[in-house]
C-alpha cells in the first residue's frame, strides 16, 4: 500500500509540471510537397574531412609532392629525390640505392595521418609505382606495416617482398595481413640488395572500401552518409571552392583522370587558424569530382557541385586585385560549362569522355550547380551574372544556386536576396552559424517569406553553443527545433545541410561536426541523429500543424515547443515532431482533424530523443551515449496523447 501510495504521488508530482498542450494536424487537405532533396549533407575538407578522412588513402604525401618533398616520411641509407618521373603534374619521386654496407639499410617510412590504422586479420592493399633505373638485373623492396613503440621483440605487423623487374615504370602491388590492430601503425620500405630502385606514388588502401573502389572511401565513414538517407549532397565546399588566393582555389579539373597525375593543391585550412596550425594539410585531389559524384549516386543523393565564381576568400582577401575582373572571367565560366559536359554529357563529347574512362559511361544526371560560396557585397552578383547569362543559354535545365552571404540577416543578407531574385537563381544559400538564443528565435523564420521569389537552401547551419562550441546535446535539441520550421514551410525550403560534415579528433579547426572519427572508428553525434531521424521521416507533403490557431514556433505561450507535420503517402502515415525545450513535462494532444467519419488511427510509434546532461555528447570512447529509443505507443480514435520529458525531441508515427 505504502508503495502505490507513493506512486500515486510521484505521477501527481509530474502532473502538476507537465501542461497539456492542444495540437490540431489538419489531415484532409495536403500541404506543400516535401521535396526529395529537403535533407542532405555538405561536405568539405576541412577537420582532415578527405585525405586522413573520408578518403580511403592511407599514406600521406604519396607523390612526394608536398612544397618540404619528404615531410611525412623519413627516408634513410642512400636516396635522393628526383624530378623527372612518369606523371606530368607529379614529376617528384624517390631513388632508393644501395647502401654500401651489408649491416646497413635504405630505406623509406611514412607517418600517415596522425599515424595509420590498421586492424588484425583485415586486408590492407599497398602498391607503388617502381623501375629499376640502370642496369637490367631486378631489383628488390620490402614493404612492412610496422609498430613503432612496439614492446615485442619485433616491430612488424605484415611484411611482403616486391620484385622490381622492369626498367620502365610500372604499377606493383602486394596485400598486408596485420596480425595486431594498431592504430598508430607506420609503413616501412627496405630496399633489399645492391640494386638501385626508384619508387613513386606510394599508396596504401583497405581492400574492404566502400563499395569495394580501388581508389575507394573509408567504409564506416561513407556508411554513415550513406545511413542518412540525404537528399542532397553539396561538395566540395564551403570554403576551400575560394582557396586563400585564388592559385589555391578548388580546381574541379585537377581532381579528375587518372589519380597518380591529379596535382596537389595547398588546402585553405592549412593557414585559417595560428592556433590550430597543421602544416602538412594539403589536397592530394584522391577524393576528386569523379568520387563525389559516384558517392552522391551510391547514397542515393542529388549531386551539388559548387564553383568558382572568379573571387578568392573574401574574409582573407580584401584587395580587389585578388580577384578575377568580371572582364576576364570567361576561363571561368567556360569550367561551369565543362562541369556539366563531364556530369551529363555523351561519350562523344570531350569531358563526357573523361568521365567514361574512369569508369561511368552514363551520365550522372546533374540537376543542380551552386555558383560561389559566402562572397557578399556588389562584387558577388557583378561576378555572377555572366555565368546565369552563359549557363541559362546553353543548359536552362541546370537549377543555379546562388548565395545570401555569410550571415544569417543584415545589411549584406538584406542586399544580396534582391539580388539573387533579380540574377533569376533558382535557390538561395544561406548560411547561420549561431548560438542557443538565436536558434530559439528562429522557428517562424520562414513563415513569411517571398513564396514567389528563389527557394531557400540552408546550405551551412549548427547550433554553435555560447563558450560550448561542441556536440552537446542541448545544441543538437535546438537544431531539431530549428528544423521544425524548415519543414513546415516545405514550399519555400527546398534543401538543407547541416555542416562541417567531419572531423579527426586529433586534427580538428572548426567544431561542432557531424560525426567524428579517429583512425579506427568513428562517432555520430546527438546532430547526426537528429539530421537522421529527419531524412528517414521527411514525408512526401507537408500538413498544418497549429496551437490554438497558430503554428508552433516556440513563441510565447508555447511552454518551448516547436512543431511540424507531415503526411507520407508510401506508407499511409502521418508524422509528427515535437521539440520540448522547456525545463519541465510537457503533455501534448495530438488531434488529427479531418479524418473521414468512422475511421481512426490504428498503429503508432514514437522515437525519443533526450538526455539528462545538457553537456552530454557522443565520443569515440562512448559512442552511444545518447541515441534515438523507439517504442510502440498506443493510439485510438483520431487523436494521440503523450509526455515529453524536459528537452527532448520525439518523432511520431501513425498510421
Known amino acids: 500500500m505504502k508503495r502505490n501510495l507513493m506512486i500515486i504521488s510521484l505521477l501527481f508530482c509530474l502532473s502538476l509540471h507537465a501542461q497539456v498542450n492542444r495540437l490540431t494536424v489538419q489531415v484532409d487537405k495536403l500541404g506543400a510537397p516535401i521535396q526529395s532533396t529537403m535533407y542532405g549533407i555538405f561536405f568539405e575538407d576541412i577537420n582532415f574531412a578527405a585525405d586522413g578522412g573520408l578518403y580511403g588513402e592511407l599514406v600521406k604525401n604519396r607523390s612526394f609532392e608536398f612544397p618540404q618533398t619528404l615531410q611525412g616520411w623519413k627516408a634513410f641509407g642512400q636516396w635522393e629525390v628526383r624530378t623527372d618521373g612518369p606523371f606530368e603534374r607529379n614529376p617528384h619521386y624517390v631513388r632508393l640505392k644501395s647502401a654500401a654496407h651489408p649491416h646497413r639499410h635504405t630505406g623509406l617510412e611514412n607517418e600517415g595521418f596522425f599515424g595509420i590504422g590498421v586492424k588484425a586479420g583485415e586486408t590492407y592493399r599497398f602498391s607503388v609505382w617502381a623501375r629499376i633505373p640502370d642496369g637490367k638485373e631486378a631489383g628488390k623492396i620490402r614493404v612492412e606495416l610496422i609498430n613503432p613503440k612496439s614492446m615485442d621483440e619485433r616491430q612488424g605487423l605484415a611484411s611482403q617482398e616486391i ?8 604499377k606493383y602491388q602486394v596485400e598486408l595481413t596485420p596480425t595486431a590492430t594498431e592504430p598508430k601503425a607506420r609503413l616501412r620500405i627496405f630496399l633489399l640488395g645492391d640494386m638501385s630502385v626508384d619508387v613513386e606514388h606510394v599508396s596504401l588502401f583497405p581492400v574492404d572500401t566502400w563499395q569495394g573502389h580501388e581508389n575507394g572511401l573509408r567504409k564506416d565513414l561513407a556508411q554513415a552518409l550513406y545511413d542518412l538517407h540525404p537528399g542532397i549532397f553539396r561538395f566540395p565546399g564551403g570554403c576551400i571552392v575560394e582557396g586563400t588566393d585564388l592559385d589555391t582555389r578548388y580546381n574541379w579539373k585537377n581532381s579528375v583522370g587518372p589519380v597518380e597525375n591529379r596535382p596537389l593543391n595547398q588546402n585553405r585550412w592549412q593557414y585559417t587558424f595560428d592556433y590550430k596550425f597543421f602544416p602538412d594539410y594539403y589536397q592530394s585531389y584522391g577524393l576528386g569530382f569523379y568520387e563525389y559524384f559516384l558517392l552522391s549516386e551510391e547514397i542515393g543523393a542529388e549531386p551539388l557541385p559548387v564553383i568558382s565564381v572568379g573571387l578568392a576568400c573574401q574574409f582573407q582577401n580584401d584587395d580587389e586585385s585578388a580577384h578575377v575582373p568580371v572582364a576576364e572571367l570567361d576561363p571561368y565560366i567556360q569550367d561551369a560549362l565543362d562541369l556539366i559536359e563531364f556530369a551529363n554529357g555523351g561519350t562523344d563529347t570531350k569531358w563526357g569522355r573523361v568521365r567514361a574512362d574512369m569508369g561511368h ?21 557583378q561576378h555572377l551574372e555572366p555565368f546565369v547569362k552563359a549557363i541559362r543559354k546553353q543548359h536552362p535545365e541546370i537549377k543555379l ?9 543584415g545589411e549584406q543578407f538584406d542586399y544580396l536576396w534582391p539580388e539573387m531574385k533579380r540574377l533569376g537563381a533558382d535557390l538561395v544559400d544561406e548560411h547561420f552559424y549561431r548560438n542557443e538564443k538565436w536558434f530559439l528565435s528562429q522557428g517562424a523564420r520562414y513563415d513569411n517569406y517571398d513564396r514567389k521569389g528563389p527557394k531557400v537552401f540552408a546550405g551551412e547551419y549548427a547550433c554553435h553553443g555560447t563558450g560550448k562550441k561542441w556536440n552537446h546535446y542541448y545544441a543538437s535539441l535546438l537544431e531539431a527545433a530549428f528544423m521544425t520550421g524548415l519543414e513546415r514551410n516545405a514550399d519555400v525550403v527546398h534543401m538543407a545541410t547541416y555542416a562541417p560534415l567531419f572531423a579527426h579528433v586529433e586534427g580538428w579547426q572548426w567544431r561542432p561536426d557531424l560525426i567524428w572519427f579517429d583512425n579506427l572508428e568513428c562517432v555520430r553525434t546527438v546532430s547526426y541523429y537528429v539530421q537522421q531521424l529527419y531524412g528517414t521521416h521527411k514525408g512526401t507533403n507537408a500538413l498544418k500543424l497549429t496551437m490554438n490557431g497558430k503554428n508552433v514556433t516556440g513563441a510565447e505561450g508555447q511552454n518551448g515547443l516547436f512543431a511540424s507535420a507531415v503526411y507520407d503517402a508510401q506508407n499511409g502515415s502521418y508524422i509528427v515532431k515535437v521539440a520540448n525545450t522547456s525545463d519541465h513535462y510537457q503533455s501534448i494532444d495530438v488531434q488529427f482533424a479531418g479524418m473521414k467519419k468512422g475511421t481512426s488511427l490504428t498503429s503508432g510509434s514514437r522515437i525519443l530523443l533526450t538526455s539528462p ?14 541515441v534515438p529509443q523507439e517504442q510502440t505507443i498506443r493510439v485510438s480514435g483520431q487523436s494521440l496523447s503523450a509526455d515529453l520529458p524536459p528537452y527532448s525531441f520525439a518523432v511520431f508515427q501513425v498510421k
Open 401 to 409: 544556386v546562388g548565395s545570401a552571404g555569410p550571415n544569417s540577416e
Open 613 to 626: 546532461d545538457m553537456d552530454a555528447e557522443n565520443t569515440i570512447e562512448q559512442p552511444a551515449l545518447i
Open 361 to 381: 559511361p552514363e551520365p550522372f544526371h546533374m540537376k543542380f550547380l551552386a555558383i560561389g560560396n559566402e562572397q557578399w557585397g556588389e562584387t558577388y552578383p
Open 163 to 170: 620484385t622490381i623487374d622492369k626498367q620502365q615504370w610500372t
